[in-house]
């Protein structure tokens, strides 16, 4: 009998190991209204969507983040994101980190790309944000809207550089790209 009780014991031990979530992934889309922070060491397997709030992302997210209205969207270096990137409010989208999609900001909060900062996709602000590139960009950088667009010396871009309206493009020493660079619009494009 006792020996029944071990197995069974251990049956049932093994049961909750596994029918418990690991408190370090969540497997679901995961919608949020205010502020909310993906810690390091946390991954989402999943969309992201935050409502009237910034985003801030340490960990990982396996799917694409959203953040609609008030609020911004920070990748801190040690932040991933495996999918796409939009901002669609008056806030900001800043990477440290990587991320493999593609980025994009649509009213007048600016984009930018920092020195640490990977972006495997395109990179887009369709408002009167900047957009500013420092890191890496394994894709095209556009600026659809009015705001500038500004390469620095330590930007890397694999792709087009495009100015479509009527911001100007500013282009900085150092600054590599493989592709085209044009000033499309109204503004003037400055090499400093």
């Given at each position: 009998?006792?020996?029944?009780?071990?197995?069974?014991?251990?049956?049932?031990?093994?049961?909750?190991?596994?029918?418990?979530?690991?408190?370090?992934?969540a497997d679901d889309n995961v919608s949020r209204t205010g502020n909310y922070t993906v810690p390091a060491g946390k991954k989402i397997d999943g969309n992201l969507t935050v409502r009237s709030g910034t985003v801030t992302i340490r960990g990982e997210v396996d799917g694409n983040v959203r953040?609609?209205?008030?609020g911004s969207v920070v990748i801190a270096?040690?932040?991933?994101?495996?999918?796409?990137?939009?901002?669609?409010?008056?806030?900001?989208?800043t990477t440290y980190g990587e991320v493999d999609g593609n980025i994009s900001e649509a009213d007048s909060g600016d984009l930018n790309v920092r020195a640490s900062g990977k972006v495997?996709?395109?990179?887009?602000?369709?408002?009167?944000?900047?957009?500013?590139?420092?890191?890496?960009?394994?894709?095209?950088?556009?600026?659809n809207g009015t705001g500038q667009l500004y390469l620095f010396k330590t930007a890397r871009v694999d792709g087009n550089v495009?100015?479509?309206?009527?911001?100007?493009?500013?282009?900085?020493?150092?600054?590599?790209?493989?592709?085209?660079?044009?000033?499309?619009?109204?503004?003037?494009r400055r090499n400093l």
């Open positions: 009998m006792n020996k029944r009780n071990v197995i069974a014991g251990a049956a049932v031990a093994a049961l909750l190991l596994t029918a418990t979530p690991s408190l370090a992934v953040q609609i209205g008030s270096k040690t932040g991933k994101v495996d999918g796409n990137v939009s901002e669609s409010g008056a806030g900001s989208v495997d996709g395109n990179v887009t602000e369709n408002g009167a944000g900047t957009l500013r590139v420092y890191g890496k960009v394994d894709g095209n950088v556009t600026e495009t100015e479509k309206s009527d911001g100007n493009l500013f282009v900085y020493k150092g600054a590599k790209v493989d592709g085209k660079i044009s000033e499309n619009g109204a503004g003037v």
